[in-house]
């Protein structure tokens, strides 16, 4: 079994390397979970692209020799600190890692246990640098595959280009959307047989998701 499964991460590492050739070098990451998390699973978690300084950070191609190696055992929303010059966290506390460990603790699921990524896998410090919607277009036959082996019931993206852009590739369809609980903020949902259930929610950088309990609830329901 451990056999095989190191085999289809090599299968699949070496699969992606030919699709983001373009981006090999550059800094980012493909997962955010760790190599184990390439397993059947509940959820797959997206968000728009890795955030940070493009300085001090490693490649897309060596996330992916890390993955094939089986050395890919961290999870940046629970095991890395994203202190800033002007703010201070630790590890696992920014508002974000905060609200991705709440979210799926209240599912009655170890966050470790999670699939995550981003849509794009190229590092960039800011939104208007991610290359969308031209490098989530690079990246999508990857996460395609990344799907095929989770085969997630539900799909969980955070901000308005992850879900706009997922929704699509599913072959869009009726989207619903309902209250966050905060100012205007909705959330969103499209629902449909044969795809994954597509939940998106309010950035959660900015979105205390912690604190919207009838949210949570809600979806939860709603996935099932």
């Given at each position: 079994m451990v056999a095989s499964h190191c085999l289809s991460l090599?299968?699949?590492?070496?699969?992606?390397?030919?699709?983001?050739?373009?981006i090999l070098d550059k800094s980012?990451?493909?997962?955010?979970?760790?190599?184990?998390?390439?397993?059947?699973?509940?959820?797959?978690?997206?968000?728009?692209?890795?955030?940070?300084?493009?300085?001090?950070?490693?490649?897309?191609?060596?996330?992916?020799?890390?993955?094939?190696?089986?050395?890919?055992?961290?999870n940046a929303y629970l095991d890395?600190?994203?202190?800033?010059d002007s703010r201070s966290y630790g590890k696992g506390c920014h508002p974000l890692q905060r609200n991705f460990k709440c979210l799926f603790e209240a599912f009655g699921q170890d966050p470790r246990a999670v699939c995550a990524s981003n849509l794009i896998f190229k590092r960039s410090a800011n939104e208007r640098g991610a290359g969308?919607?031209?490098?989530?277009?690079l990246c999508w036959p990857v996460h395609e595959a990344i799907l095929q082996i989770v085969q997630p019931q539900a799909i969980i993206t955070f901000g308005t280009q992850?879900?706009?852009?997922v929704a699509k590739q599913l072959g869009g369809g009726s989207v619903q959307y309902d209250e966050s609980g905060h100012g205007n903020w909705k959330w969103s949902s499209l629902i449909k047989e044969g795809v994954p259930s597509l939940i998106g929610v309010p950035h959660?950088?900015?979105?205390?998701?912690?604190?919207?309990?009838?949210?949570?609830q809600k979806i939860q329901s709603l996935i099932g």
């Open positions: 090599q299968l699949f590492v070496d699969s992606a390397k030919q699709q983001l050739n373009p980012g990451t493909v997962l955010y979970s760790s190599c184990d998390t390439l397993k059947p699973g509940k959820y797959y978690f997206l968000g728009l692209n890795p955030g940070g300084s493009e300085e001090d950070t490693g490649t897309v191609r060596h996330s992916l020799d890390e993955l094939a190696l089986g050395q890919s055992t961290r890395e600190d994203w202190s800033s969308y919607p031209e490098l989530a277009e992850p879900f706009e852009f959660l950088s900015l979105y205390a998701l912690r604190c919207h309990p009838e949210v949570i």
